[in-house]
């Protein structure tokens, strides 16, 4: 037995929670069918309006965390055992597992996060590490760009030669951040779709305010040569 997938295409049927004669099931068997439930019912929500699937959450969802807790309180676990350990955590996490019941917009987990995170791993070690915190810093920061401009299906390349284009405007206000973010209209009008990158010449150059209003000039290629393999 093993967690579904929310995002996965694959059709599946509803899952079953044992209910009679739980000795034939192992605890871990019993917990991991409480979870698929509740991600069974995740997938049913996912297409709905975030108040559409608030709604869903408490009339569907809430009934399967109350019986959770209770089958939980009813376990017999031997001390210091990974049983216990797993019970425990649970048990003191119990408001916050269910924090993402209040807000239709929020995921039931962050599993998605997580293999977005694994790129990040992966390229860390491709590059060998970091030679610094602030080379980690800024790391993370392209990453976290990258892997936003994904999920919001923009083209990686094109987004941040807009964030770069743009930016410096707003480097003492929030004035038209908004419009910089990856799931606005501006955004989505000017970085969605495939862009041919070999039209943009070595003659292009982009204006870059680092700290102390240092500013730097290069070349457009030069951005192209640097963030393409990220994302090839």
Known sequence: MKLLDIHSPIAIKEPAI???????YIPAEIGVAYCNKLFYLEREFKDLSPEERKA???EQEVPVWDNF???LDSLNTT????????VNYAQNHRDSLCTYL???RCELSNNAAERMAKS???????SLFHASVAGANASAIIYSLVETAKVNNLNVFQYIY????YMPGHKNGSDGMEQLLPWSDFIKEHCSGLIDVETVTETVYITVYCRKLVCTRFPF????????????
């Open 79 to 86: 001390k210091s055992s990974k049983l216990s350990k797993a």
């Open 69 to 71: 807790w209770k089958w």
């Open 162 to 165: 807009t964030l770069l284009l």
């Open 18 to 24: 044992p209910q009679d004669d739980l000795e034939k």
């Open 102 to 104: 209040q807000d239709g």
């Open 120 to 126: 990040y791993a992966i390229g860390r070690k491709a």
């Open 221 to 232: 290629s030069a951005l192209r040569d640097l963030v393409l393999p990220m994302f090839a």
């Open 56 to 58: 869903k959450r408490f």
